[in-house]
């Protein structure tokens, strides 16, 4: 039922850009509108000038959505749903030329000869000048020079018009002629390229796993895959040709001699180790530069001039025969392009690592589907959903196994007879160990619920501890003076560097993030209750003491109620503290988890899941907050105004 | 009989930095006996609050000895009942809440503790803002609840610090009536400081003048107009020639003390 609007979500997404572009018009309209109204009676300056404006509301959210769909190619996909396939023809065809491209002066300055024979000049006169003489013996380093010599020699022979072989020259011609024929085919048009029942047959763009699908479904796609194919194989033609002469090879045999004779040295004489180390790394130092020459790849300077007139005249009847497709890509295809792979056309650049809104809300569907068996959740885990829970297993988690060992009495044993009968402890025992079965409770489950568990159970321990040792602190010289140092020896240290100690020691489970997280919330606790502790005014705690309060109920009574403003803050900022570092720290390590999600979809590069994680941990954050607000508002109403 | 008698009183304190001494109180003595109303008046930095906070327990002398009705003061209690000058009022409970706050912590019955509670806010004029939050009340009435604070719990003494310095003339002259109305209603011996020469001259039965530096009792005055106050407006009062003579005594004594000190500095 569903599938209609995953395969639809071109046409969907076109309908929501068109209603965004309205939102965006009109509210501007209404907002200038109201501005100018406005202007008459009100004062710069005045807090109620920040108030209202829904228009403007209005108008950045849209912005920032139709900023959304128009650097994730959106826009393009949604009004060219073929452009994506066209492109990745082009894609193809100009991928079969690229090792000819590479050659010439087309995305690159110099000819590759050029490159070639300036780099290689360059590292032959610094090898000469630093050739270690301490280690090669006279006659060595008089071979060593002429085979550095020889090499510039081959340079010069392969760079020298009448060196050139006969073949060579010809095969260059006929490729450039043929890549000529491929112009003029393309400039015929594309009148009468059909695409075939498979192509149309294929997914649309971005609605599988593949992104853009490879077979050509317009004629012009047909076109360019059909040239592309023609390229390929002039390609392999021009791969095979070789600068290949009679005065070349003698050079490079005897040069080839002159090395081999130095690594047999090497081989059989004995040095010691590291004089052994040291001539080794020089001699393959200069066969590394002789093997770069000796295959024939540096061409004289004017020898590819045919054939970079015939490549520079292809991409020219690339780009008229694109026509109308050369506006789409400018306009609606920020950034990189299509590139080709094996199987499929993927998109570069923004649109690779920003995904199209519609893409991200079907990755959250399908994480969000409870249905594991039927591809939903995570790595075997809902996202948020409930689960029956055996309250053994709860039982067997709070009670540990070592309480039952402090019971008096022993362990059963087996008997004579090689039976075995559980006394009053063994089934202790099997309790603590959540072996007995007491039927089940429903339980929250899920990524999310992993980790918002966490930073629950971690921030309950922090305030529960937290609170009452601040508290004492605040008003006890023992309190503050013994854990003072304790506490703010390792506060400080970013909570993220104690994750690797942690995390060993408690395990990559629920223990060691809930202790780590613990570690956050309750410094940021005892702080915060220390400080509202202290702050307590002296008239209030006179007050008291004069109204007949104990010690411990001025505490219970005052001084706690004065410190519940800095208690619920400090929540505020542990529950922020908590939900990061629990983030990071299921990065690290963990098999659940919001955060594990988005590492396991970094690893695989998988954009649109990391963006539905970032939304998703956005959200609950905000939440978070949100909710503590209310919270304080309510409870803490006399705050500011005492 | 439960008097207030004050003997030998001598505060020093000793600054932890530098070891020098100050003589905050030297040699106070004096007794007050049920019922009575003292105003203490004197130049800042006289020791005035010292000797509150002394007698409610805040602090020890540093020698000489206090007793309230024969037993000795060695820190604060519930009979030494205290009104600040800010109020201190728990902000996060409400007006009667406040006030039921000493009748909670003797674990008074709820029942019984409501009845006081709702007498004492009728006197002080405050019935039917009981579940009022006090962030939300004036500061006249912010007294108002700290004086009922204290008086639910029938202490022997009632010590005010400045009760009504932080409040506007009018409110102030208002609560001015409701101290002496309640001084004759309940007869509390109450003890006032104040920095108000007209004030501590109103609220008085008895006023001592302090000197600073040591900080002593200058002079000692018995007033009659504490006692006209209950029976006549307090405006008309601050009419006769009586009390602008005595006023003017004061304030001229209280002046050479600032000129001495100023001088000396």
């Known amino acids: 039922m569903l599938s209609w609007v995953s395969e639809e979500r071109a046409f969907i997404a076109a309908v929501v850009i068109i209603l965004l572009l309205l939102c965006f018009t009109i509210s501007i309209f209404i907002g200038v509108k109201q501005t100018a109204f406005r202007e008459k009676d009100e004062v710069f300056g005045d807090p109620e000038r920040t108030l209202g404006g829904w228009y403007w509301t209005i108008t950045g959210v849209s912005s920032v959505l139709l900023l959304w769909f128009y650097f994730s190619w959106g826009i393009g996909r949604a009004f060219f749903p073929e452009a994506g396939n066209e492109m990745c023809q082009i894609a193809k065809l100009e991928t079969a030329i690229a090792p000819i491209t590479a050659t010439l002066p087309i995305n690159t300055r110099y000819f590759k000869s050029t490159t070639l024979t300036r780099r290689n000049s360059e590292q032959l006169e610094i090898l000469l000048s630093s050739m270690p003489t301490s280690i090669f013996t006279k006659i060595e380093q008089s071979e060593l020079i002429e085979i550095i010599e020889n090499s510039k020699a081959i340079i010069g022979v392969f760079s020298n018009q009448k060196n050139q072989s006969k073949e060579s020259v010809a095969f260059l011609k006929k490729i450039s002629s043929d890549i000529r024929k491929l112009s003029a085919e393309l400039r015929l048009g594309f009148d009468g390229y059909l695409p075939t029942k498979e192509a149309l047959a294929q997914p649309n763009w971005g609605t599988t796993y593949i992104e853009i699908p490879l077979l050509p479904i317009t004629s012009k796609g047909v076109l360019f895959d059909s040239i592309s194919n023609q390229a390929s194989i002039i390609t392999k033609t021009f791969l095979k040709t070789r600068n290949n002469s009679d005065a070349g090879d003698t050079l490079i045999e005897s040069t080839k001699k002159k090395i081999s004779l130095l690594k047999a040295t090497n081989k059989s004489s004995v040095f010691d180790e590291d004089i052994l180390i040291r001539r080794k790394a020089y001699v393959k130092a200069v066969e590394r530069i002789f093997k770069r020459l000796d295959d024939g790849t540096i061409f004289p300077p004017k020898a590819f001039d045919g054939l970079n007139y015939a490549v520079t005249d292809l991409f020219t009847a690339i780009d008229e025969t694109k026509g109308g497709l050369k506006l789409i890509d400018t306009l609606f295809v920020p950034g990189a392009g299509v590139i080709k792979s094996r199987t499929q056309c993927t998109e570069q650049g923004s649109g690779r690592w920003l995904p199209k809104p519609t893409d991200v809300i079907a990755s959250f569907l399908k994480l969000a589907n409870p249905n594991i068996e039927a591809g939903g959740g995570y790595k075997g885990s809902t996202l948020f959903w409930w689960k029956w829970l055996p309250i053994a297993d709860l039982i067997g988690f709070i009670i540990p196994d070592k309480i039952i060992d402090l019971l008096p009495g022993e362990y059963g044993r087996h008997s004579d007879t090689g039976n075995f009968q559980s006394n009053y402890k063994d089934n202790l025992l099997a309790l603590a160990q959540g072996d007995i079965y007491l039927g089940s409770i429903p339980m929250l489950d899920g990524h999310i619920w992993d980790s918002v568990f966490r930073v629950l159970v971690a921030l309950i321990l922090g305030i529960g ?82 109204l007949g309060a104990s010690n411990r109920q001025i505490l219970r009574y005052v001084i706690l109620p004065n410190a519940l403003p800095e208690i619920l803050t400090g929540i505020r900022i542990s529950i922020g503290v908590c939900w990061g570092t629990l983030v990071a720290a299921e990065m690290l390590a963990g098999t659940t988890g919001i955060g594990f999600i988005e590492n396991v979809a970094r690893v695989v590069s998988n954009y649109e899941l990391i963006w539905v994680t970032i939304l998703i941990m956005g959200l609950l954050g905000l939440a978070f907050d949100i909710m503590m607000r209310r919270i304080i508002n309510k409870t803490i109403p006399w705050r500011g105004k005492g | 009989m439960s008097d207030l008698i004050c003997k030998n009183l001598n505060m020093t304190f000793t600054n932890p930095q530098t070891g020098s001494k100050i003589e905050a109180l030297k040699d106070i003595n004096f007794s007050l006996k049920k019922g009575e109303l003292l105003s203490v008046l004197g130049p800042s930095g006289c020791g005035k609050t010292t000797l509150l906070n002394m007698i409610a327990g805040f602090l020890n002398p540093t020698a000489g000895s206090m007793s309230l009705g024969g037993n000795l003061i060695e820190g604060p209690s519930v009979e030494r009942g205290m009104v600040f000058q800010q109020g201190a009022l728990f902000e996060w ?173």
């Open chain 1, 465 to 546: 501890l937290g609170v009452p040792l601040g508290i004492y602190m605040g008003v006890s010289r023992f309190f503050k003076s013994f854990f003072d140092p304790i506490i703010e020896l390792y506060r400080p240290v970013p909570p993220l560097a104690w994750a690797p100690l942690i995390l060993t020691i408690f395990g990559i489970n629920d223990d060691g993030k809930i202790f780590l997280l613990f570690m956050v919330a309750f410094a940021i606790m005892v702080i915060s209750a220390r400080t509202g502790a202290s702050g307590t005014q002296l008239s209030k705690i006179r007050a008291s003491h004069s």
């Open chain 2, 93 to 265: 409970l409400t007006v009667s809440k406040n006030v039921d706050f000493g009748l909670r912590m003797k674990k008074t019955p709820k029942a019984e503790a409501k009845k006081l509670v709702d007498k004492w806010l009728n006197i002080v004029g405050l019935q039917g803002f009981g579940d009022t939050p006090t962030y939300q009340l004036s500061g006249g009435m912010q007294q108002r609840v700290a004086l009922a604070r204290c008086l639910v719990n029938d202490p022997d003494v009632i010590l005010m610090d400045e009760p009504l310095g932080a409040l506007d003339a009018l409110t102030r002259e208002k609560m001015q009536s409701l101290i002496l109305e309640l001084w004759k209603e309940t007869g509390k011996t109450i003890l006032i400081i104040t920095h108000s020469v007209e004030e501590a001259l109103l609220l008085g039965e008895r006023l001592f003048v302090m000197a600073p530096r040591p900080g002593r009792i200058h002079k000692e005055y018995k007033l009659p107009f504490a006692e006209e106050g209950l029976t006549k407006p307090l405006r008309e009062i601050k009419h006769d020639t009586r009390f602008g003579d005595v006023r003017e005594e004061i304030l001229s004594m209280i002046w050479d003390m600032e000129e001495e000190i100023m001088g000396g500095a």
